[in-house]
């Protein structure tokens, strides 16, 4: 009954920007946190950012300085701008959701996932 689904993604050479966006959709009472996380092959998933309905934030001490995290609540949106870019940031990137559907009722939801390839 909830979909996220990111947009982005893409090739960019090291120091370029990226710009990553969520939409959630469905039914939809509350959003609590939406956060991004990333998989490097080989590697665990981790997170990246986070952000509170309250806007409170947190980051990865990878990126720090180098990327923002932000939303639109009215719109159900999550940002990820990302700035500096490293070969070390290449990963496929998720969207993360938690999700009142109703009152009462909490889940946590992800996206499919972008790619974010850093390369000259």
């Known amino acids: 009954q909830v979909q996220l689904v990111e947009s982005g993604g893409g090739l960019v050479q090291p120091g370029g920007s990226l710009k990553l966006s969520c939409a959630a959709s469905?039914?939809?009472?509350?959003?609590?946190?939406m956060g991004w996380y990333r998989q490097a092959p080989g590697k665990q998933r981790e997170l990246v950012a986070r952000i509170t309905s309250g806007a409170g934030t947190n980051y990865a001490d990878s990126v720090k300085g180098r990327f923002t995290i932000s939303r639109e609540i009215a719109k159900n949106m999550v940002y990820l701008q990302m700035n500096s870019l490293k070969p070390e940031d290449t990963a496929v990137y998720y969207c993360?959701?938690?999700?009142?559907?109703?009152?009462?009722?909490?889940?946590?939801?992800w996206g499919q996932g972008t790619q974010v390839t850093v390369s000259s």
């Open positions: 469905g039914i939809i009472f509350h959003i609590n946190t």
């Open positions: 993360n959701a938690d999700i009142y559907s109703r009152p009462g009722y909490r889940a946590d939801y």
